[in-house]
């Protein structure tokens, strides 16, 4: 069978988009990442998501940004006299072999003013952002606050 030049001129080129796709050169992997679903009303949603550096270099985490929400950023919550109190986080250092944890009474993404229709499907894309500019997007699913290990929405 003799395939047209045209086409397989297409076909590489697909090809080649993917391999570049997959390969963005972004220096941190996804272990795991959930939202916690908003409930009516919620001004602001938690999201997790745990990040490995197999890299090489050390990299630091910068922000994140959804378009599922007005507005998102790095927040600890830490116990201070007794009570939980939540800090707005300007970067985080993730060294070679480090594997950086958010979860419920720490570290996390904070989603303000949450786009309730975006998410309601199953999951939606969130971008971290490094210091030094790079981005990744990735897709985490949504997950309902009932499912979180200790019922915080923080
Ligand atoms: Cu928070």
Same mark, same amino acid.
């Given at each position: 069978?003799?395939?047209?030049?045209?086409?397989?001129?297409?076909?590489?080129?697909?090809?080649?988009?993917?391999?570049?796709?997959?390969?963005?050169?972004?220096?941190?992997?996804?272990?795991?990442?959930?939202?916690?679903?908003?409930?009516?009303?919620?001004?602001?949603?938690?999201?997790?998501?745990?990040?490995?550096?197999?890299?090489?270099?050390?990299?630091?985490?910068?922000?994140?940004?959804?378009?599922?929400?007005? &507005?998102? #950023?790095?927040?600890?919550?830490? #116990?201070?006299?007794?009570?939980?109190?939540?800090?707005?986080?300007? #970067?985080?250092?993730?060294?070679?072999?480090?594997?950086?944890?958010?979860?419920?009474?720490?570290? &996390?993404?904070?989603?303000?003013?949450?786009?309730?229709?975006?998410?309601? *499907?199953?999951?939606?894309?969130?971008?971290?952002?490094?210091?030094?500019?790079?981005?990744?997007?990735?897709?985490?699913?949504?997950? *309902?606050?009932?499912?979180?290990?200790?019922?915080? #929405? &923080?």
């Amino acid at each position: 069978m003799k395939i047209p030049r045209f086409l397989l001129a297409i076909a590489l080129c697909l090809l080649a988009a993917n391999l570049i796709a997959e390969d963005t050169g972004f220096p941190l992997h996804m272990v795991s990442g959930q939202v916690v679903a908003p409930i009516p009303g919620q001004m602001a949603i938690a999201a997790y998501i745990s990040l490995e550096n197999r890299s090489g270099e050390t990299v630091t985490l910068a922000g994140a940004s959804t378009e599922a929400a007005g &507005h998102a #950023s790095l927040h600890r919550t830490e #116990s201070v006299d007794g009570m939980n109190r939540m800090q707005s986080v300007e #970067s985080i250092v993730i060294e070679e072999g480090e594997l950086l944890e958010m979860k419920a009474g720490g570290l &996390h993404l904070m989603l303000m003013e949450p786009d309730f229709q975006m998410l309601s *499907s199953d999951s939606i894309e969130l971008s971290i952002e490094l210091l030094d500019g790079r981005t990744q997007t990735f897709q985490l699913p949504l997950v *309902s606050i009932r499912d979180m290990p200790n019922h915080s #929405s &923080h």
